[in-house]
């Protein structure tokens, strides 16, 4: 083959950015469940250094220590690994989410400059 040909095999799938956002979605759900199952339990490595310096009692209560997804729990479900797990996808859905309506605002405002 010579030059730089663009054109498409006959008989060459191509994928629709659909199926290939529902696959990512997918992708990143499982990927975020199976690490949440993986996650240490020990502390974080700021948890840690505060341990062994002796200043953890200096800490102060975050902000959102009293919203419904503090410590990377769900409020009202008791087993740890669930909750993780529903974190794990939330945390998920809402970047997506967070993707899509970044995406509509670039198409809009592209849009509307041609």
Avoid: K, W
């Amino acid at each position: 083959m010579t030059g730089t040909s663009s054109t498409v095999r006959s008989g060459t799938a191509r994928i629709t950015t659909l199926a290939f956002t529902i696959g990512a979605l997918v992708a990143a759900v499982v990927i975020a469940v199976l690490v949440s199952l993986a996650a240490s339990h020990q502390p974080d490595g700021l948890e840690y250094v505060a341990e062994a310096t002796g200043f953890e009692d200096a800490a102060v209560e975050s902000a959102a220590a009293g919203s419904p997804l503090a410590d990377y729990a769900v409020a009202g479900i008791d087993d740890p690994i669930l909750s993780n797990v529903v974190v794990g996808f939330l945390g998920c859905a809402v970047v997506f989410l967070i993707g899509i309506g970044v995406g509509a605002i670039v198409r809009r405002r592209a849009a509307s400059r041609s």
